[in-house]
Nanobody, 123 residues
Framework: VQLQASGGGLVQAGDSLRLSCKAS???????MAWFRQVPGKEREFVAA????????YYADSVKGRFTISRDNAKNTVYLRMNSLKPEDTAVYYC??????????????????WGQGTQVTVSS
């Protein structure tokens, strides 16, 4: 499985962005997630989705502002980010792991990672 993340950029506080993670290979039974990382800090869980049933899970810091979704036809997972804040600035990574199981908050649990896309939110 290969993951390619895209969609990052420089925005102002309050703006929106949509990140995309295109997956190659059969991922319809996978758990997909987004993490983010700033220099000097550990990779932080953002959101996860079960590709087959659509169950979603969010970090408290983004709940109500971010939405994770998937498009089966395009084999792509999205992260819609609204009401962006300067503290959302980070490199965002998508990750994948084949089901079963559900431990979405742990970065060590995932088998595959995308290359990361930079999101910068100015105040």
């Amino acid at each position: 499985v290969q993951l390619q993340a895209s969609g990052g950029g420089l925005v102002q506080a309050g703006d929106s962005l949509r990140l995309s993670c295109k997956a190659s290979g059969g991922t319809t039974s996978y758990i997909m997630a987004w993490f983010r990382q700033v220099p000097g800090k550990e990779r932080e869980f953002v959101a996860a989705i079960s590709w087959s049933v659509g169950t979603t899970y969010y970090a408290d810091s983004v709940k109500g502002r971010f939405t994770i979704s998937r498009d089966n036809a395009k084999n792509t997972v999205y992260l819609r980010m609204n009401s962006l804040k300067p503290e959302d600035t980070a490199v965002y990574y998508c990750a994948a792991r084949p089901a079963p199981g559900w431990a979405p908050r742990s970065s060590a649990w995932y088998d595959y990672w995308g290359q990361g896309t930079q999101v910068t939110v100015s105040s």
